[in-house]
């Protein structure tokens, strides 16, 4: 895997260098609109610490960092309104996972039915 780059955008976003459409913020992730929507709710939930992907995340933030942006998660969900509905969470990870943004994050989409997941080649 490799290093964290502290010059990708979601970082530059937590250090207040670029702006971004911020809805939810607290001590562990922050939380703010995709910059190009691909739903009518497209948000996207990142933790403030440094994780290039899920598995970075899961191996090596504490139990504290963990919780902390899976309650952000509840609380993006409950400020959406879209439990009732329905919604996806996606984590692309890597090269094969298409990850363009090298700080994990993770994709809530919403707001109409999305079908199967994209699955061009088997
Ligand atoms: P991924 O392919 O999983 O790495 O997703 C990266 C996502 O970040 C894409 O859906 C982009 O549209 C989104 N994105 C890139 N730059 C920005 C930005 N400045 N503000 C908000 N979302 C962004």
Same mark, same amino acid.
């Given at each position: 895997?490799?290093?964290? @780059?502290?010059?990708?955008?979601? %970082?530059?976003?937590? !250090?207040?260098?670029?702006?971004?459409?911020?809805?939810?913020?607290?001590?562990?992730?922050? %939380?703010?609109? @995709? +910059?190009?929507?691909?739903?009518?709710?497209?948000?996207?939930?990142?933790?403030?610490?440094?994780?290039?992907?899920?598995? @970075?995340?899961? !191996?090596?933030?504490?139990? %504290?960092? +963990?919780?902390?942006?899976y309650k952000a998660v509840a609380k993006v969900v409950e400020q959406?309104?879209?439990e009732?509905?329905?919604?996806?969470?996606?984590?692309?990870?890597?090269?094969?996972?298409?990850?363009?943004?090298?700080?994990?994050?993770?994709? +809530?989409?919403?707001? !109409?039915?999305?079908?199967?997941?994209?699955?061009?080649?088997?």
């Open positions: 895997m490799a290093a964290y @780059d502290s010059n990708n955008i979601f %970082a530059k976003i937590l !250090r207040g260098e670029i702006p971004c459409n911020k809805i939810y913020e607290d001590d562990f992730a922050i %939380a703010f609109h @995709d +910059i190009t929507p691909k739903a009518p709710v497209h948000v996207l939930v990142i933790p403030k610490g440094s994780y290039v992907s899920i598995a @970075d995340f899961s !191996r090596e933030a504490t139990a %504290a960092e +963990i919780a902390g942006l959406l309104g879209i009732e509905g329905g919604f996806r969470t996606i984590a692309n990870t890597g090269l094969n996972g298409g990850q363009e943004v090298p700080h994990f994050h993770l994709h +809530i989409l919403a707001g !109409r039915v999305l079908g199967p997941m994209v699955m061009p080649k088997v």
